[in-house]
């Protein structure tokens, strides 16, 4: 099993998950380096399939600290690796109403980094408010059966 280095908590507070897959993204070395030290943020980080290939956009990969003047752009734009299959599927998805693709995790598998990618659909607030609901209410049923 896979550890991962930075998880999207987020995104499960903000979507509907529907459909998960893992992609390959290709980093400089400086890059891989940072993401070892868990030195990467997928907050606010979505991804978006241009010109036929997926790009990983607005994720933060903090500068490696040992790096000299051509350490990496902390926020570019990554490609992610997966097969046309695979991109015209999301390319189908991702062009209906309200659905986006959602970096759930960043982690590495067989030495190699990995994003696994979400298809998902944008919570409103009062879906947010009932999940919230449901969260206290199983709390309170799991303190209830700890305390018998």
Avoid at 26 to 34: F, I
Avoid at 111 to 136: F, N, P
């Amino acid at each position: 099993m896979q550890e991962f280095i930075a998880k999207n908590k987020k995104a499960y507070h903000d979507y509907h998950v529907l459909d998960e897959l893992e992609a390959g993204i290709v980093l400089l070395g400086t890059e891989v380096k940072a993401i070892r030290e868990h030195r990467v943020n997928l907050k606010d980080s979505f991804a978006r399939v241009q010109g036929g290939e997926v790009w990983l956009m607005n994720c933060h990969i903090a500068a490696y600290k040992h790096g000299n003047r051509d350490n990496h752009e902390p926020r570019r734009r990554r490609k992610l690796l997966l097969h046309r299959r695979q991109i015209d599927k999301l390319l189908g998805k991702a062009n209906q109403k309200g659905l986006t693709l959602v970096p759930l995790a960043i982690y590495f598998k067989d030495g190699k980094a990995k994003v696994r990618l979400a298809i998902a659909k944008g919570k409103q607030i009062y879906d947010k408010r009932e999940a919230k609901r449901k969260k206290i209410i199983e709390r309170e049923i799991q303190a209830q059966l700890k305390g018998r």
